[in-house]
Structures are given as C-alpha cells and as structure tokens.
T-cell receptor, first 113, second 114 residues
Framework: GAGVSQSPSNKVTEKGKDVELRCDPI?????LYWYRQSLGQGLEFLIY????????KSGLPSDRFSAERTGGSVSTLTIQRTQQEDSAVYLC???????????FGQGTRLTVV | AQSVTQPDIHITVSEGASLELRCNYS??????LFWYVQSPGQGLQLLLK??????LVQGIKGFEAEFKRSQSSFNLRKPSVHWSDAAEYFC????????????FGRGTSLIVHP
C-alpha cells in the first residue's frame, strides 16, 4: 500500500478482555516498530522486528503484551487481560532498512473501560 | 544508551512570528536525527532528517533544522509560523550503530495565536 495502515482506528474494550491490533507496513519495508503513546506523553517503544531476525521485545511492559509478524509483513500486537492503564494510542511504523526514517500509521486508539 | 531531550513542553507563538523548537540528544557517535509532526488524531509525519553532510537541512512546510555537534543539538526552525503549524513536534534519534530503535523525545506542543 501507499502508507502504513493500522486497524482498527478505534477500539473500546472491557477490562479483562483480550485485544488484537493490526499493522500493515509499507510493502518491502523490512523493519517494523510498535510504540505506545499515552495522553500527553511521548512515544514509548514496545517491540521491533527486522526481517527474519528475532524481535527486540525489550520495550514490552508486561507479559500480557505480545506481537508477531507473519511473512515479514503484517504485524499483530496482542494485549491480554486488558487493564485501564493500557488505554493509549498504539502506533506502528516501518522503515525500508535499519537506519532509515520510520513511516508511521495513523494509530489505534485503545480505550479500556 | 541514546536519549533525546525536548526541554519545552509547550511553546506559544503568534502567527507570522519565527519559531525555534529545541532538541538535545545523547549519543556516542554521529546520530541520525529526525523531526516529526503530529496533528491531532493523526500519526507522525516526517518533517526532515539529518544523516550526514550539510548540517543545515531543509524540510517540508518551510521548516529547517541545524545539527550542531558541539552542542549536541538539532533545533527546528521556521521563519514565519502559520496557524496550521499548531501541532505536536517530536525530535528523534534514529537507528544507528548497535541500537536500531528510534528514540523519541517527549514532544513539544506548538500553540499558534492569531
């Protein structure tokens, strides 16, 4: 596609439910990042995929968070047993290779009620 | 570890006035540096980037930034601000060397008065 696509754009879920957030990176981009942006805060790194290498999961805040990237393209971020503090905008970005600029999707606004 | 500091949380300017947003970084080598803009409800859009070469870089929407190694700074400037420039601005240190994860500053919110 022309840009990074994220779905859904908005998600409201009940506390304790699981959610899946999807990211379609720019075609051919090997690097993919997930960030979290809480109200009034900067971007918090969550996880990084580069090609077929093992992902860098060092930013995941708890074991309730996981992500996968299938076929080196689409990525899914899963949050299990959601908590109210998980409410945030989740941003996905991709870049052509390591060291080049990241292109961002519009984000998924997650609200846990 | 690399880090980025944007010391101003909010900046207020009048339309037509000049603008400078500050960014300081901590990195062991020559970094890749970026400025992004985020309008309300939108993702981040790249304004400009510095990889190497000329330390004054031009970007979109009339923005420019200057890399100053001696000051570890990469400040964003615009000579005349438009009301549509009101947004959140993020400075970032890009993947380079051993760390492939872009690190972002906390952002500066730009308010433009008519």
């Amino acid at each position: 596609g022309a840009g990074v696509s994220q779905s859904p754009s908005n998600k409201v879920t009940e506390k304790g439910k699981d959610v899946e957030l999807r990211c379609d990176p720019i075609s051919g981009h090997t690097a993919l990042y997930w960030y979290r942006q809480s109200l009034g805060q900067g971007l918090e790194f969550l996880i990084y995929f580069q090609g077929n290498s093992a992902p860098d999961k060092s930013g995941l805040p708890s074991d309730r968070f996981s992500a996968e990237r299938t076929g080196g393209s689409v990525s899914t971020l899963t949050i299990q047993r959601t908590q109210q503090e998980d409410s945030a905008v989740y941003l996905c970005a991709s870049s052509a290779t390591q060291g080049t600029e990241a292109f961002f999707g519009q984000g998924t606004r997650l609200t846990v009620v | 570890a690399q880090s980025v500091t944007q010391p101003d949380i909010h900046i207020t300017v009048s339309e037509g006035a000049s603008l400078e947003l500050r960014c300081n970084y901590s990195y062991g080598a020559t970094p890749y540096l970026f400025w992004y803009v985020q309008s309300p409800g939108q993702g981040l859009q790249l304004l400009l980037k510095y990889f190497s070469g000329d330390t004054l870089v031009q970007g979109i929407k009339g923005f420019e930034a200057e890399f100053k190694r001696s000051q570890s700074s990469f400040n964003l400037r615009k000579p005349s601000v438009h009301w549509s420039d009101a947004a959140e601005y993020f400075c970032a240190v890009g993947p380079s060397g051993g760390s492939y994860i872009p690190t972002f500053g906390r952002g500066t919110s730009l308010i433009v008065h008519p």
